[in-house]
């Protein structure tokens, strides 16, 4: 079995009730293996000589209501390779655990806060720190618990990271009706899976995931009858409108722009309807299509 030299991150939000994993390694698509979570169950993150069952057990565990560390417990009672294993865990009460074995590769080691646990091996000693004074200077302030995942990653990363260097990163956050059209738990689930600066894409990566599924705040609507003129003449070079420069935005631009939306696949920020339209869609067309 390959080992899965890593840095990751466990850790809850009580706020908008997430729970969230983010992991770096150089592994090929290391996310989907490291990274497990269930709303109302809690996540988990399993390495090292990874246990891949250590995921759905260890979420089907706590969401009967055992905690962290007994899952642990649990887990490692019956692996007879457990000295080689290493995992994180918060469970659906933001109590966090980890284990590390005594036969993972030097650096290895973890880090239990309030609400969180960074673990890793085969790392510049420091890293795992790094890593939670960073999540713990974040968490609460602007954004939301997948840009403070990332966070921690990064200043991970800065403080040297995998001793191997870089190949891979992923951040998956859960909440209850968080997925698609309300249908699952799977919030954000983004994976760079090969790249030389994988937390920097992933961080784009984030920023796109909020601009097409963040939430849309009226504050920063603009009414569509005061800028009926500029989508016109963008409309007219991606072909999207065929009619004259009137400024006026009637029957025909709206379903003009209703399309265009709909191709880039900004809908989520404004439903063909409403008379304003958000402002970071505005923003993107001018950016992609300005002239």
């Known amino acids: 079995m390959k080992r899965i030299a890593t840095f990751s991150i466990v850790a809850f939000d009580p706020q908008r009730q ?54 642990i417990q649990q887990l490692i009672a019956s692996d007879p ?30 880090l239990v806060g309030e609400g969180f646990a960074c673990q890793g091996n085969i790392l510049v000693p420091g890293t795992v720190e790094a890593m939670a004074a960073r999540f713990k200077a974040v968490r609460g302030g602007p954004g939301e618990l997948a840009d403070w995942l990332v966070e921690a990653l990064a200043a ?21 009706g968080g997925g698609y059209g309300g249908d699952n738990d799977r919030y954000l689930d983004l994976r760079v899976d090969d790249d030389p600066e994988p937390i920097r894409r992933l961080q784009a990566l984030v920023e796109l995931h909020h601009l097409y599924f963040g939430a849309v705040d009226p504050a920063n609507g603009i009414p569509l009858t005061e800028v009926a003129g500029e989508p016109q003449a963008l409309m007219q070079r ?22 265009l ?24 067309l001018r950016q992609r299509f300005g002239a």
């Open 18 to 71: 997430e729970w969230g994993v983010a992991v770096q390694s150089k592994f090929l698509a290391a996310g989907a293996v490291v990274s497990w979570a269930q709303a109302g169950a809690g996540a988990v993150a399993t390495q090292s000589h990874a246990n891949v069952t250590y995921g759905a057990r260890g979420l089907a565990l706590m969401a009967t209501g055992a905690s962290a560390q007994d899952t």
């Open 81 to 110: 390779q457990r000295a080689r294993r290493q995992v994180g865990m918060v469970d659906k009460d933001g109590h966090a655990a980890a284990y590390t074995g005594e036969e993972c590769y030097a650096w290895a080691g973890h």
């Open 156 to 176: 991970g990363q800065a403080a040297g990271g995998d001793k191997r260097g870089r190949q891979a990163a992923g951040v998956l956050v859960v909440r209850t």
């Open 238 to 259: 991606t072909g999207h409108y065929t009619g004259p420069l009137t400024g006026h935005f009637d029957a025909a631009t709206r379903q003009a722009l209703r399309a």
């Open 261 to 284: 939306v709909g191709t880039e696949n900004l809908e989520e920020r404004w439903d063909g309807e409403t008379d304003w339209i958000d402002g970071q869609v505005v923003t993107y």
